[in-house]
């Protein structure tokens, strides 16, 4: 499959009506309407296999939280469940454009974020499984996290089905509108806070906006000062990250003194590698602080039993505090379908993915690889653990919030797409009908079915002892 990222020769580029003949050319090739179909294989891999082998890489004693979690709900199990439709997504129709792909586009991944210019943003936030890839898959993920949250909501069908049309219509507006940009004007587009209020204003009554303007206000105060008062504490007289286990376990609970002492300058060793990869005016801002603390903490759905450590440090005095998030990043569920990521390290795959659909990324956003303890190398990327990050509650939202929230997602991810695909030619695929939009309305809801199925699934296989399971605390069930 081609790859989105390889730049285009010099000398090579179609003029706007070549482009736009290739998404006419994709469409008679692969009609719009086929992408409603979901039919799983017959030789459709277990859905249980393929968790249960995600977890043989991952730390043992924290897989059952992520069961536990993933049979909460079936939106909960497909949260957790992006290597699963990776492999179902890999039988449907795709057009042959490609795109940067998120590989996880549900709708909380979508969120309020903080811009480096210190202004609120909304993006796609997650980007552990991005990859080159058919720009349709990340749209049906969208569309399918939003009919499986309006079955949570108690939607009916009606209600679910204008939901997923204004999520998919918005992408496709979006995209037409991009289509019709020039290169540095798509580049710099972004929706920040005064277009979500614009949005709000226009669409939803006094509680939706009541609702939004206390998210970007909450959104606000969650930095690496929130989370210095909420994560850590004073001992003997040193800031300390204080142990919540096994959610978050300080390094100092996990191993001897001994080995201790060799983590934390194995830690020291791998933030000066990761400093290689940030601008020197960043690397310039990160010398000024020092190693204080590590802890490893539990995050997400998908992610848990991940590595994933909260580092603190401290700038020019205790009340100066950094925190960043080392996350290990691992190949995108994609790659079997899609091809292997052009780099060797997966962080780095994660990092450059993230540059190329965000709007404006995160200044300490890097990577590093290091050799851990039991003798296995493993890729990270690193961010900051917080930076005005808000998340979207679905499950307060009535069918019209919900609709408003799905149009905003689906005009972020075509921005995101316009990014690095051919945004003429996927627009050209799309045109101006409802064709596609009605298409993945009724995918949404097949795979909605499927979803629901695969979730009994795993409450059986818990249930029946086949599976271990925690609570989301991390207490065994």
């Known amino acids: 499959m081609p790859n989105a990222m390889t730049p285009v020769p010099y000398g090579a580029h179609p003029t706007p009506d070549e482009r736009a003949a290739r998404g006419k050319a994709a469409r008679r090739a692969v009609p719009r309407s086929s992408h409603a179909e979901f039919v799983p294989a017959a030789d459709r891999p277990d859905p249980l296999e393929i968790l249960r082998a995600q977890s043989e890489t991952r730390v043992p004693e924290l897989v059952p939280i992520r069961y536990g979690r993933m049979t909460e709900s079936p939106f909960r199990f497909y949260r957790g469940a992006a290597a699963v439709m990776a492999a179902d997504l890999a039988g449907t129709p795709v057009s042959g454009i490609t795109a940067q792909l998120c590989g996880d586009a549900h709708l909380l991944n979508f969120r309020l974020l903080a811009s480096p210019e210190r202004r609120l943003l909304f993006d796609i936030n997650d980007f552990d499984e991005t990859l080159p890839g058919p720009w349709e898959w990340d749209v049906k993920r969208l569309a399918a996290s939003l009919a499986i949250a309006g079955r949570a909501n108690g939607f009916d069908d009606r209600e679910r089905a204008a939901i997923v049309r204004a999520t998919v219509r918005s992408y496709r507006e979006s995209m037409i509108r991009f289509a019709g940009m020039r290169n540095l004007d798509v580049w710099y587009a972004h929706t920040d806070a005064e277009r979500l209020r614009s949005v709000a204003a226009e669409q939803l009554?006094?509680?939706?906006?009541?609702?939004?303007?206390?998210?970007?206000?909450?959104?606000?105060?969650?930095?690496?000062?929130?989370?210095?008062?909420?994560?850590?504490?004073?001992?003997?007289?040193?800031?300390?990250?204080?142990?919540?286990?096994?959610?978050?376990?300080?390094?100092?609970?996990?191993?001897?003194?001994?080995?201790?002492?060799?983590?934390?300058?194995?830690?020291?060793?791998?933030?000066?590698?990761?400093?290689?990869?940030?601008?020197?005016?960043?690397?310039?801002?990160?010398?000024?602080?020092?190693?204080?603390?590590?802890?490893?903490?539990?995050?997400?759905?998908?992610?848990?039993?991940?590595?994933?450590?909260?580092?603190?440090?401290?700038?020019?005095?205790?009340?100066?505090?950094?925190?960043?998030?080392?996350?290990?990043?691992?190949?995108?569920?994609?790659?079997?379908?899609?091809?292997?990521?052009?780099?060797?390290?997966?962080?780095?795959?994660?990092?450059?993915?993230?540059?190329?659909?965000?709007?404006?990324?995160?200044?300490?956003?890097?990577?590093?690889?290091?050799?851990?303890?039991?003798?296995?190398?493993?890729?990270?990327?690193?961010?900051?653990?917080?930076?005005?990050?808000?998340?979207?509650?679905?499950?307060?939202?009535?069918?019209?919030?919900?609709?408003?929230?799905?149009?905003?997602?689906?005009?972020?991810?075509?921005?995101?797409?316009?990014?690095?695909?051919?945004?003429?030619?996927?627009?050209?695929?799309?045109?101006?009908?409802?064709?596609?939009?009605?298409?993945?309305?009724?995918?949404?809801?097949?795979?909605?079915?499927?979803?629901?199925?695969?979730?009994?699934?795993?409450?059986?296989?818990?249930?029946?002892?086949?599976?271990?399971?925690?609570?989301?605390?991390?207490?065994?069930?």
């Open 205 to 477: 009554r006094k509680r939706g906006r009541r609702e939004l303007s206390r998210a970007m206000a909450k959104a606000r105060g969650r930095d690496s000062l929130q989370a210095f008062d909420k994560l850590t504490e004073v001992v003997d007289g040193r800031r300390r990250i204080a142990a919540d286990p096994p959610l978050l376990v300080p390094a100092a609970d996990l191993m001897p003194e001994l080995e201790r002492a060799a983590f934390e300058e194995r830690f020291r060793r791998m933030l000066d590698g990761y400093a290689q990869s940030l601008a020197s005016d960043r690397r310039t801002l990160l010398s000024g602080f020092r190693l204080v603390d590590v802890a490893r903490k539990v995050v997400g759905v998908g992610s848990v039993g991940t590595r994933c450590w909260i580092i603190l440090m401290l700038g020019r005095d205790n009340g100066d505090p950094l925190f960043l998030q080392a996350k290990e990043a691992d190949a995108s569920v994609l790659a079997p379908y899609t091809g292997a990521s052009r780099y060797r390290n997966q962080g780095r795959r994660v990092v450059a993915g993230q540059r190329l659909m965000q709007a404006a990324s995160d200044i300490f956003l890097g990577w590093e690889r290091v050799d851990g303890f039991d003798g296995r190398r493993r890729d990270f990327y690193i961010r900051q653990l917080r930076d005005w990050k808000g998340i979207a509650q679905p499950e307060l939202m009535v069918p019209k919030g919900l609709a408003v929230f799905g149009e905003v997602c689906g005009a972020t991810l075509a921005r995101a797409h316009a990014r690095s695909g051919d945004r003429i030619a996927i627009a050209s695929y799309l045109g101006r009908g409802e064709v596609f939009d009605r298409a993945l309305q009724r995918f949404a809801e097949l795979y909605a079915d499927r979803t629901e199925r695969d979730h009994r699934a795993l409450v059986d296989a818990v249930r029946s002892g086949r599976l271990p399971s925690a609570d989301p605390a991390g207490a065994p069930v």
